[in-house]
């Protein structure tokens, strides 16, 4: 089964701040990587997939990159809308498996 | 618009059994693959089982194997619990998937989820 390694677990950041959360793959997943934002209470939304596509209706402050098997959540100016809980998901092989989520918290 | 609706959760005993029941609507639904996610109180997301759009396969987390079934009709997404465990506790969503195929898929929309407490 493949692992998701999503760190930091949790971050403190202001409203502006450039925030940057990472995901790493045990094995490759090649670009079938997603990312999703939960808020409390909410179903989880798409944001990024295929590592680096926005999804429709996403801000353009919200980015994703890969090497290797590394990927990379970017949100250019954090908004107060964008405290939350963000997960990682691969798509290469059954078991999809989740990250461990990162909580993004008011500083 | 894409809507999803879930239904069945609720409070059971261990052992005992629940079937949950997604009604898609806004969408071809035979083209698309669908999953169930499910969340424990104050956890993160853990895949559960995935169908595809002509339900001719079907994947399972090892953790629920042998004991959840996934299956579809044309407008609704099942999953029958079986066996349940306090581990079960959860509220479990669907997600309706990007493609029809079972891989290399993203969770594009998602339901509000059904809440389901295994009591011990």
């Known amino acids: 089964d493949i692992q998701m390694t999503q760190s930091p677990s949790s971050l403190s950041a202001s409203v502006g701040d450039r925030v940057t959360i990472t995901c790493r793959a045990s094995?490759?997943?090649?670009?079938?990587l997603n990312w999703y934002q939960q808020k409390p209470g909410k179903a989880p939304k798409l944001l990024i997939y295929?590592?680096?596509s926005l999804q429709s209706g996403v801000p353009s402050r919200f980015s994703g990159s890969r090497s290797g098997t590394d990927f990379t959540l970017t949100i250019s100016s954090l908004q107060p809308e964008d405290f939350a809980t963000y997960y990682c998901?691969?798509?290469?092989?059954?078991?999809?498996?989740f990250g461990g989520g990162t909580k993004v918290e008011v500083k | 618009e894409v809507q999803l609706l879930e239904s069945g959760g609720g409070l059971v005993q261990s052992g005992e059994s629940l079937r949950l029941s997604c009604a898609a609507s806004?969408?071809?639904?035979?083209?698309?693959?669908m999953s169930w996610v499910r969340q424990a109180p104050g956890k993160g997301l853990e895949w559960v089982s995935s169908?595809?759009?002509?339900?001719?396969k079907r994947f399972y987390a090892d953790s629920v194997e042998g004991r959840f079934t996934i299956s579809r009709d044309s407008s609704t997404l099942y999953l029958q619990l079986k066996g349940l465990r306090a581990e079960d506790t959860a509220v479990y969503y669907c997600?309706?998937?990007?493609?029809?195929?079972?891989?290399?898929?993203?969770?594009?929309?998602w339901g509000q989820g059904t809440l389901v407490t295994v009591s011990s």
């Open positions: 169908i595809t759009g002509s339900a001719d």
């Open positions: 806004g969408f071809s639904f035979s083209s698309y693959a």
């Open positions: 295929a590592a680096s």
């Open positions: 997600a309706k998937e990007s493609n029809a195929g079972p891989m290399y898929n993203w969770f594009e929309s």
């Open positions: 998901q691969h798509s290469y092989s059954a078991p999809l498996t």
């Open positions: 094995q490759t997943v090649s670009t079938y």
